[in-house]
Structures are given as C-alpha cells and as structure tokens.
C-alpha cells in the first residue's frame, strides 16, 4: 500500500491510498483529504473519498477525532453511523510502537467493515499528526 502527499500549493494535505506499490490511477483505493483550516475547538474532521468518487463532492467516510484525547470514529459519509473506533494505548505497553516511536491503537470495528480499510485510515491519521 503506496502512500504519499499531494503538491505543497494545496491548501489541505492529501493522501492517495493504491493497491500494492503502485502509483497507477487504475489502482488507487481511496483518498484521504485533511482541511488546511487549523480547528481550535471541536474535533478535527477528515475526510475520506473512494477512486470511484471522482468529484469528491461528498465524502465517503469522515473520521472525527482529537489528537489530544487519541481516540476518532469513523462514520459513514456526512451521516453520525459510526462503523469503526480508535483510541491510543500507552506506547510503553508496545516494543515495535516504542521501536517506531508511533502510538498504539486499540480498534474496534463493526462487523462487515474492511478492518484493514480502517487501519489504513487510523495509521494515515497518526502520520498527519507527527508531520506537524
């Protein structure tokens, strides 16, 4: 799974999710878009379009969390169907997240939901973070 960011002259960071290594428009999976928008109050919302969403007019999926608390959910489009959580762990309790020097998460994932689609989305989340 190839991740990456978009050019600096957008005003928000986009990450592009492929199938294997590739970087072919043909094997792009999703889309990952982070509003430029510094939000002081409220949780941070991100938001989520499948390659089939060309316009990306209406997200897919949106994850909202708080980076302070270490927890988001992913819901369903712009709806409140909450179809995944995760919350941080303390990263002593994990070698390779102490090797990594990255946070643990705990995932909790309805049932019929890709969970790999979900850690994807939780692992690009935490990657945002630390590119402060």
């Given at each position: 799974?190839?991740m990456?960011?978009a050019?600096?002259?957008?005003?928000s960071?986009?990450?592009?999710?492929?199938?294997?290594?590739?970087?072919?428009?043909?094997?792009?999976?999703?889309?990952?878009?982070?509003?430029?928008?510094?939000?002081?109050?409220?949780?941070?919302?991100?938001?989520?379009?499948?390659?089939?969403?060309?316009?990306?007019?209406?997200?897919?999926?949106?994850?909202?969390?708080?980076?302070?608390?270490g927890a988001?959910?992913?819901?369903?489009?712009?709806?409140?169907t909450?179809?995944?959580?995760?919350?941080s762990?303390?990263?002593?309790?994990?070698?390779?997240?102490?090797?990594?020097g990255?946070?643990?998460?705990?995932?909790?994932?309805?049932?019929?939901?890709?969970y790999?689609f979900?850690v994807?989305?939780?692992?690009?989340?935490?990657?945002?973070?630390y590119?402060?």
């Open positions: 799974m190839g990456g960011n050019q600096a002259l957008m005003l960071t986009r990450w592009k999710v492929f199938r294997g290594d590739s970087t072919s428009r043909r094997d792009l999976l999703f889309t990952v878009v982070k509003p430029s928008v510094i939000q002081l109050r409220g949780p941070t919302k991100v938001n989520v379009f499948l390659a089939s969403n060309d316009a990306e007019q209406t997200c897919d999926f949106r994850i909202t969390g708080s980076y302070h608390d988001c959910a992913v819901s369903l489009g712009d709806s409140d909450v179809i995944a959580k995760a919350s762990i303390d990263r002593r309790f994990s070698v390779v997240s102490a090797l990594l990255k946070n643990t998460y705990s995932v909790t994932v309805n049932p019929g939901i890709d790999a979900i994807a989305l939780v692992v690009i989340l935490d990657e945002m973070h590119q402060r």
